[in-house]
Nanobody, 121 residues
Framework: QVQLVESGGGLVQPGGSLRLSCAAS????????MAWYRQAPGKQRELVAS???????NYADSVKGRFTISRDNAKNTVYLLMESLKPEDTAVYYC???????????????WGQGSQVTVSS
């Protein structure tokens, strides 16, 4: 059984910062890409940032220069530092990990439970 548990969401004023964490636990053999997605009310879920096991990262244009994704491979944990937050960053943020549970299994995506981030004065 694999679980991704998120923490760190909340309410913040425009211009403020938050850091999200997502820890994967359970029977894990390897994790390839870890990522953060978000879904605002009435909108489709979108990719915010992703990072490979080697540390290569990618960002959505809307968050470049403001958000930083990082990971601790020893702890199977991914982080998202969000700075200079804007009201349009308000959404439920989901972590995602492509992982395998044994050496012979294909990697499949697992999802966290979602964390509400609200940017408002």
């Amino acid at each position: 059984q694999v679980q991704l548990v998120e923490s760190g969401g909340g309410l913040v004023q425009p211009g403020g910062s938050l850091r999200l964490s997502c820890a994967a636990s359970g029977r894990i053999f390897s994790i390839n890409v870890m990522a953060w997605y978000r879904q605002a009310p009435g909108k489709q879920r979108e990719l915010v940032a992703s990072i490979t096991s080697a540390g290569s990262s990618n960002y959505a244009d809307s968050v470049k220069g403001r958000f930083t994704i990082s990971r601790d491979n020893a702890k199977n944990t991914v982080y998202l530092l969000m700075e200079s937050l804007k009201p349009e960053d308000t959404a439920v943020y989901y972590c995602n990990a492509e992982l395998s549970t044994t050496w012979f299994d294909a990697q499949i995506p697992y999802w966290g439970q979602g964390s509400q981030v609200t940017v408002s004065s």
